[in-house]
């Protein structure tokens, strides 16, 4: 599968990572040539990963997955409308639309009225869109180890198709995949993420825990 990451910040760099071994990747940059995106492409690594610039990624993918900061996203999703518009693309958002961080807030979906992958997707009305691998931070998104149980992915979306694609995805890295149905419920994934955040941040409980939904035998 060839997969394109926009933004190749430190979520975007680890997931890159996690599917270059089995997958064909492509890191999306405003500036192919700058110093931070090619040493990004050494620590990925990959015999099949390449860089280009945002068209050339959403154009060489068969799956895009949308990392960058979320004060610029909107803006990036409606520049490349077209192409993402194109044989239905498959989206997944792993972007938290957090308008500060100190103090901690959100952007959009603080009520239960919409969300950023809505926002999203409204953009791009032909395209896919999925939320995932936003409600935990990047340290637990490939292979984490030392938990007692394997940790939970939680995603959504409106297309079945495209989420088990996603699904698959999610399970190459090591986590367990939890649907958890139409994209509206990113309105309650992102402040999940808020809740990874804030215990790990400012209640001072470092990055290494993450969400585990346990049925009752």
Known sequence: ????????????????????????????????????????????????????????????????????????????????????????????????????????????????????????????PNARVVKAYNSTGYQNFDHPQGYPLQPDMFYCGGDEEAKKIVSQLITETGLNPVDCGALETSRFLEPLAFVWINHAFFMGNGLDWSFKLMKKQ
């Open 1 to 124: 599968m060839k997969i394109g990451v926009l933004g190749v910040g430190p979520v975007g760099e680890e997931l890159a990572k996690a599917f270059a071994r089995n997958h064909e990747i492509k890191l999306g940059t405003r500036d192919t040539t700058s110093e931070k995106i090619k040493k990004a492409l050494e620590r990925v690594g990959g015999s099949q990963t390449t860089i280009g610039t945002y068209e050339e990624t959403v154009n060489f993918a068969d799956v895009v997955i949308l990392t960058t900061p979320w004060s610029g996203t909107l803006d990036t999703v409606k520049a490349l409308a077209n192409q993402l518009n194109v044989n239905s693309k498959i989206v997944i958002d792993a972007t938290n639309p957090i308008a500060s961080f100190q103090p901690l807030t959100m952007d959009v979906g603080a009520s239960t009225s919409t969300s950023g992958a809505e926002e999203i997707q409204k953009l791009i």
